[in-house]
């Protein structure tokens, strides 16, 4: 039976979608999109598993510990906008990002679900499948260079998440054509590419990124969209199994990573690659051109669970965007004191991919409007 707390909540989520829906506003309220961004290229950042909202971008200082968690929340260049104290870099960079606290839905809080909403803006359903944002780019704008693909998937496409169903990367009906190239980041030769793989081979590798999976890729992001590709998505991670991803319900066995990892390896991994990849794109001229996105499936839960570890937890999340002219230093939504459901505009999940797709110039596949305070 649910508690007269979750009806509330979920009764507040679905007459804000409603109302959305029915009257053009936003989910949180606000009037429809106005205005253009000078995004030309995007870069998405899909941070598999389902990063804490509480350990990276919405850190609740005030709570009791089980909530708070065992960080600390640090300033940023932002006055009154804190971060988790494991996001240093991006906190010194807050004036360049967007942050949005209060992204849900209210589908089963399972990885796919989230997968879908926030990359294709639906739930597959009878069958159809909805294509990939980067699959939409490459329909519809084709390739800006003749020998660079339109769309790059690096360095793989997602794994097994738990549940055998559609994870929102694919091209449904646009057609194989639409299909992201991939980049093997320890090959020499690319995918049927040699003239990327010139391109990107004759760069050193460049140590701020880290040296590590996720700091080359960031680093071949940046090459890749500077050589002429319009759309990379970028997995930190490839799976949840037998492997460090932000899915941290400590359980041990194949699902064991914890908080501590968080501390050690996740977000200095992460906030080094993303500041890293901020100041390049800046450093070249092409940040005003180049949306930059990254975001999970869901968040987590807002009480630790007893390992120490948090589950998974679909009523709020954060997520950033950049670049692109959007307004650096903006908050978009808040959560409540436990970054457990929104407090203020609650932004849906399919809402954010219409963000997006309105952004980067193609039509929306969501329902949902987009933000319009980004614009």
């Known amino acids: 039976m649910l508690s007269n707390h979750e009806v509330n909540r979920r009764e507040f989520i679905r007459q804000g979608a409603i109302g959305a829906a ?18 030309k290229n995007c870069i998405f950042v899909f941070l598999t598993g389902g990063p804490s909202q509480l350990e990276t971008f919405d850190p609740k200082p005030d709570a009791p510990a089980e909530i708070r968690g065992p960080f600390r929340a640090i300033s940023t260049a932002v006055p009154g906008l804190a971060f988790s104290e494991l996001l240093p870099g991006l906190a010194a960079r807050a004036n360049d990002l967007s942050v949005i606290r209060s992204i849900f839905h209210d589908q089963a809080p399972i990885h796919e679900s989230g997968q879908q909403l926030v990359q294709t803006g639906s739930l597959a359903c009878e069958g159809r499948e909805y294509p990939h944002l980067g699959a939409m780019v490459s329909a519809t ?48 030769f690319w995918g049927g590419h040699p003239s990327v793989a010139s391109s990107l081979n004759r760069k050193a590798s460049n140590s701020s990124f880290g040296m590590n999976a996720f700091g080359r890729s960031c680093q071949a992001a940046v090459d890749l969209v500077e050589a002429g590709t319009r759309f990379v998505c970028l997995n930190m991670f490839e799976t949840v199994f ?35 990849m901020l100041d390049e794109l800046k450093l070249r001229g092409m940040l005003e051109s180049t949306l930059v996105v990254a975001v999970g499936e869901f968040g987590r839960s807002p009480v630790m669970n007893v390992r120490g570890g948090r589950d998974h937890h679909s009523g709020v999340w954060s997520g950033i965007l950049a670049g692109a002219g959007l307004p650096g230093g903006a908050v978009i939504g808040s959560s409540d004191a436990m970054g457990s459901e929104p407090a203020e505009r609650p932004v849906h999940a399919s809402s954010l991919h219409a963000t997006i797709a309105k952004a980067i110039g193609i039509a929306p596949q969501s329902h949902m409007p987009a933000i319009s305070e980004l614009f």
Request: aromatic share 6%.
């Open 22 to 39: 029915a009257t053009g506003l936003s989910a949180g309220g606000s009037v429809a999109l106005g205005g253009k961004t000078n995004a």
């Open 141 to 188: 704008f084709g390739r800006r260079e003749p020998n660079m693909p339109a769309f790059v998937m690096l360095p793989t496409a997602l794994g097994s998440t738990g549940v055998n169903m559609y994870q929102g990367q694919g091209v449904g009906h646009l057609g194989q054509e639409h299909l992201p190239a991939t980049l093997q980041l320890d090959k020499t």
């Open 242 to 276: 037998n492997s460090l991803s932000w899915d941290c319900h400590a359980d041990g066995g194949s699902l064991a990573t914890n908080l501590k990892e968080y501390r050690t390896s996740i977000c200095p991994m992460f906030d080094m690659g993303m500041s890293t």
